[in-house]
């Protein structure tokens, strides 16, 4: 693993009758965030190729081909046969991969077997609904979680930390589903609040966007909110409990809410960060279900229709654009991580 | 918390262990300080006896074949406690047989991710060097998918048996465990009673079985507990979107799905089956909560 690291570190010493573009690269090579993110990008080419292999094996092992998904029961096979000559599915499938991944290292991601339409365009068509989503609950979970660990963090074992570590327990519990029917009922069916399906594009009305977001943004939100709140106070309490700058803190007569969110806080942070960016990937995962309740068109919904219609080029450009997302938010957060502790910079961060 | 990524909670586990952490254990003495413990463990047991020994001692109405002259059955109609649907089958027979399903894919899933993806991660961990690399990269791919869509590609393909669910899931676990094997095993490896063992011509099987498999099983237990919960929620979220057991076959995800088509009229037959799945969820996440600060896991 460590093996991969080639960005040099002992480039050539400084001189300062050298030309400004070297000095800068050379600086670049050694600082130790650029090691880190360059090591973590390397990681990542492996992977990122093994998730888009995995996909394809996994399109092809399903039973049934686009060919006759597309033409339904009633096809006969010469039309099927017929078809699959017309879409490439005859050849051999490390054939297919293979141009598919020529096209995708040319920034072609090919074309959905479905309709014939290039999987960048739907892409583009649908990828903003679901980043979106992902913003707007990602707001409304930080939002709650943050402030409601700080206070209950304040008096453990008070009024508003018993009721938040059952209410926490409660939300991280229910499943997606389960919440976004909830929400239907009580905010859709019995109040009429909020509509229970559709979506209207955020250029033609931000309200009406933005109320129909609301139900799948909460649905989220709130579950995720339950465990962030529970990560970040137990570990509050446990810097209140036993760290020594926390002793410092209260001998100089600090208060408890100051030194909570000016030291135990900035302490708890790294961690915090690293765990929320660990969970981007099942942030996606929840939108797939999320989108599919609320009949948002984002692409969780379009990976679903994919799979269903054996669609290949369709669900591993789906899921390339998943993994890069995933590996995009591991590596900002390793960097984060670095930026927030120096320690971790120069220490150990060969790992 | 201070992990570094690598050995952090796996992504595609939404509960990471992480969460569950409580205050240190409290007063171990006299059972009222085991509450936390046994009240969750007691709660799951009800629910293991009625779904499992109740049907047999009480004779229920058979969860499918109801006649459509009983359809729609309120609460607390006689002969129906918990009323019908909209077919006219019983809702309590049908909560007892599809919480079957749940738990036997719950008790399958996580014995075989227990099983194969111990041996895997404590293997990795054992061999370490390139072997280690490689199997860990591997499980970083599997990993990176989101677990739904992995779990519902694969029950579509294999069809929409009870086996075939477990099948898809397992193949979600297993990295899983894998995964919290290897860091729990990578931990001990280097410690004074491994490599005396080692040093003392210990065969690797027999350190790995008799040295670090017992200093990680705690571990293990915990994360299998709060695995079971999100195998729950899976299997539930793969009926209810049509690709696991088959309607009329009960399981709570299709009387999920079944109530949400007359959630307007018959709200009941959505919040029975919900209010089940959650109580059974909560269980399992506060027992795992309870085996954490007992064993003092870390992460």
Redesign the interface.
Known sequence: ?SASAVVPTSAAPEHPQEDEGLRWRTALASSPTVRLAGRRIL?AI??MW??TF??AI??N???GDAASALLGANATPLEVHQLSIKLHLNEPFLLRYWHWLVGVLHGNLGASLQNGQSVGQILGQHLPITLELVVLSSIVMLVISVPLALLCARR?GGILDRITMVLS??F???????LG??F??VFA?IWRVFPALGYTSITQSLGENLRDMTLPALTIAL??AG??V??LR??L??QMQSEDYVVTARAKGLGTWHILTRHAFRN?L???I??L??????L???T??VE?IFGLPGIGYQ??TG??NRDAPLVQGI?LV??GV??LA?LI??VL?GVIDPR?RYG?AA? | MAALPSEAATPSVPIAAAVMAEEPARSRRGWVHSLDLYIPAGVLVLLLLACFVWPLVYKLPPPVGGSILDASLPLGSPGHILGTDSVGNDIMSRLLYGGRVSFEVMFAVQGIGLVVGGFIGVAAASFSGLAEATVMRVLDVLIAFPAIVIALAIVDGLGAGEADIIWALAVVSIPTFARVARSGAVRVRDQTFVVAARLSGSKRWRTNLRHVLPNILPQLITFAVLGAAIVVILEATISFFGYGIPPPGPSWGNMIAAGQQVMSNEPALLLVPSIVLLVTVVALNTLSEALRARWGVVR
Not at chain 1, 172 to 178: E, I, N, T
């Open positions: 693993m990681i492996p992977v093994g998730v995995l996909s996994l399109m092992l399903l039973p453990p327990m409660g991280l519990s229910v499943p997606q589903f389960v029917l909830l239907v009922l069916v579950p995720s465990f962030y529970r990560l137990a570990d309490l446990e708890s790294i961690g915090f690293t765990i960016g660990l969970n981007v990937a099942t996606f995962a929840y797939v279900i599919e990976l679903l799979i269903g899921v998943f993994a995933v590996v591991n957060t390793d991580y971790i150990r790992l």
